[in-house]
T-cell receptor, first 114, second 114 residues
């Protein structure tokens, strides 16, 4: 499978649940990202991984916990979320973490916190 | 305030019409990227512009990077229903700093009616 694949596509969870979002890329890219997309806001960068090392954490609440076990896989672990965390969570990858390269995005996980 | 302002926010036109959407900033970027995002999907890279004054054409789409590298425009000729989507601009290397990560605008939501 080519491109960036995200699972699940849709997720409804209660505020006390624990769930994980998964992202997979087989493009040979070295950098992977998590973005949050909410209505009426620009894409918000959450985490950046380059060669499996976290290089940026944009003041994201600790209820979001990323994990990058290898260069092809990225997870976002969720626990005790709030309703305002409901959004589209997008994973992206790029050749390298420099912005000379375009990003390849997955289709996203539509998260609803109830 | 947004670093990248996109206008208009919404645009609804008939098939066959021409349109231009804008991406403006008071900051200088080393490059700008344009993405299109369809409902339920992630953004897809259309083009990257890196040189002030650069013009790139992609079939009916024409992209221009301002001479001062602070703004960009996207012109669509003879719009088709398949052009419907959210058009996002993203800037890199703001004000000559390190490449860092992409900064996204809120987007222009285009609807092309048959």
């Amino acid at each position: 499978e080519t491109g960036v694949t995200q699972t699940p596509r849709h997720l409804v969870m209660g505020m006390t649940n624990k769930k994980s979002l998964k992202c997979e890329q087989h493009l040979g890219h070295n950098a992977m990202y998590w973005y949050k997309q909410s209505a009426k806001k620009p894409l918000e960068l959450m985490f950046v991984y380059s060669l499996e090392e976290r290089v940026e954490n944009n003041s994201v609440p600790s209820r979001f916990s990323p994990e990058c076990p290898n260069s092809s896989h990225l997870f976002l672990h969720l626990h005790t979320l709030q309703p305002e965390d409901s959004a589209l969570y997008l994973c992206a990858s790029s050749q390298d973490s420099g912005t000379n390269y375009g990003y390849t995005f997955g289709s996203g996980t539509r998260l609803t916190v109830v | 305030t947004q670093l990248l302002e996109q206008s208009p926010q919404f645009l609804s036109i008939q098939e066959g019409e021409n349109l231009t959407v804008y991406c403006n900033s008071s900051s200088v970027f080393s490059s700008l990227q344009w993405y299109r995002q369809e409902p339920g999907e992630g953004p897809v890279l259309l083009v990257t512009v890196v040189t002030g004054g650069e013009v790139k054409k992609l079939k009916r789409l024409t992209f221009q990077f301002g001479d001062a590298r602070k703004d960009s425009s996207l012109h669509i000729t003879a719009a088709q229903t398949g052009d419907t989507g959210l058009y996002l601009c993203a800037g890199a290397g703001v004000d000559g700093g390190s490449q860092g990560n992409l900064i996204f605008g809120k987007g222009t939501k285009l609807s092309v009616k048959p």
